[in-house]
């Protein structure tokens, strides 16, 4: 028997077959990290009103139905979603921390790595996606399938 593949499977014990196994290689896009946490924040919480980063607001008309929620953009509901549903409710969370945390944690600087954006805007990948939900009102859903998807420009002052 002519071997063409490397893959063997014992069937019986004189015989080895040989199956070969189609192999996919995905294109790798070092924003579809930031894609899976957006997709895990934005459940937790629903959307922020337009130009807010975090929203705490009070749901119900009467007092035994009233109960404080969060509300969250893009970046929020990624952050969220990196490192955990009750990570915005901090005192101390701001927007410069969670940039620079969620930058840390995906290996690149949010601000530094430029996109091309569905409209044809160039800028930073957090600034699109703000841009995205605020002013051309994107779902959070449709950042996350645009995300992986997303020419890289320029990262970090260099052009790719």
């Known amino acids: 028997m002519a071997q063409t593949w490397p893959l063997k499977c014992v069937v ?7 199956i070969p196994a189609p ?20 459940t937790y919480h629903a959307r922020a009103s337009i130009g807010s980063f975090v929203d705490k607001v009070q749901v119900g008309y009467y007092a035994y139905e009233r109960r404080e ?23 101390e969370f701001s927007y410069s921390m969670a940039i620079w945390e969620l930058g840390d944690l995906v290996g690149y ?14 800028s930073a990948v957090m600034d ?8 051309n009102l994107w779902t959070r859903l449709g950042l996350v399938h645009w995300l992986p998807k997303a020419q890289i420009v320029q990262r970090v002052g260099v052009a790719v």
Do not use: K, N, Q
């Not at 019986?12 to 040989?18: C, D, K, R």
């Not at 990624?78 to 955990?84: D, I, N, Q, S, V």
């Not at 996606?129 to 002013?135: K, R």
């Open 109 to 122: 600087d949010l601000a530094e790595l430029h996109v091309l954006g569905p409209t044809g805007r160039v």
């Open 69 to 91: 929620e969060w509300r969250t953009c893009a970046v929020a509901a990624a952050y969220a979603g990196a490192f955990g549903r009750d990570s915005i409710e901090r005192d």
């Open 12 to 18: 019986a014990a004189s015989e080895v077959v040989t």
């Open 128 to 135: 699109e996606m703000v841009l995205l939900t605020d002013t």
């Open 23 to 42: 192999v996919y290689f995905a294109a790798y896009s070092p924003l579809a990290e930031l894609a899976r946490f957006l997709a895990i924040g934005r």
